[in-house]
């Protein structure tokens, strides 16, 4: 990996020297606009509206036209004299509770490696960050873009996670749930049910893409053929699809006989099922009649002994 970034934590009077890493990446296939036609390959050029001339990009400068029409241009030079373009500090504002972050505001991921021959400061605040359970938020200076970010702990290194800004999270209110019925109590018993069903532990190493999977199964086959072409191969019938379920009880029903389990109706008594109780008392009767079966047993087998 290569360091997009350097500076430092500003932990109260310490400082924590820092190497910012992107922590994610994009696995996607790339592909190129070609023309259908003859698989030339489509090229953009930038030209002016003005002269009609192909601009390169190191003539390029950027402009701002206001609501009004006005239009302002401002160079690199322009840029550079703003306060946060140099800023390679990352300050910590305050350290809040990791559940009170919406998820909906994280954006993007960094690692942060210790850039100092002596990690000390680095390790101590991984330390204290793991140990209080709470994230540090921070201000982070990219690209001369500010940004509000989110300063935790991973496998013991510092990551640092870029948050929206909550004006950039849109407000939500759709019409369609505007008097929507409530559920019926057997439809919440019964979605529970398939929920724990369906409930296990998180293990993202079980699932796949399994689009890009197929799409680089299909570009493989197509160069293995030497054609360039994908292979038109038949498809499989589609199963066929039952009706649609209206009624969610039964869709319900039908999800939790796929899953082997049939629905079992709740008593009010720690979340047991009713079917267990009649076995527990049957067991609870079965019992006295087994051990006086046993006392009788015994007590017969003395006697022909003592005779």
Known sequence: M?????GSIAFGLVNVPVKVYTATEDHDIRFHQVHAKDGGRIKYDRVCTVCGQSVQYADIDKAYESPEGDKVVLTDEDFSKLPVAEKHEIPVLQFVPSEQIDPI????SYYLEPDSNTPKAYVLLAK???QVDRVALVHFTLRQKTRLAALRVRDGVLVLQTLLWPDEVRSVDFESLDGAAEPRKQEISMAETLVDSMSDDFDPGLYTDEYQIELKRLLDEAIAS????VIQREEPAPA?????VVDLVAALQRSLEATGRRPESKSGSGGKTAEKKPAKK???K???KAAA???????????RKGA
């Not at 290569?2 to 350097?6: D, E, G, H, L």
């Not at 505001?105 to 993007?108: A, C, I, V």
């Not at 079966?293 to 006697?303: I, L, N, V």
């Open 240 to 244: 066929e699809m039952d009706a649609e």
């Open 2 to 6: 290569r360091s997009i970034w350097k």
């Open 293 to 303: 079966k046993t006392a009788k047993k015994t007590t017969k087998q003395t006697a």
């Open 105 to 108: 505001l994280f954006d993007r």
């Open 286 to 288: 079965a019992a006295p």
């Open 282 to 284: 049957a067991a609870k």
């Open 226 to 229: 030497g054609s360039n072409k």
């Open 128 to 130: 204290t960050l793991d």
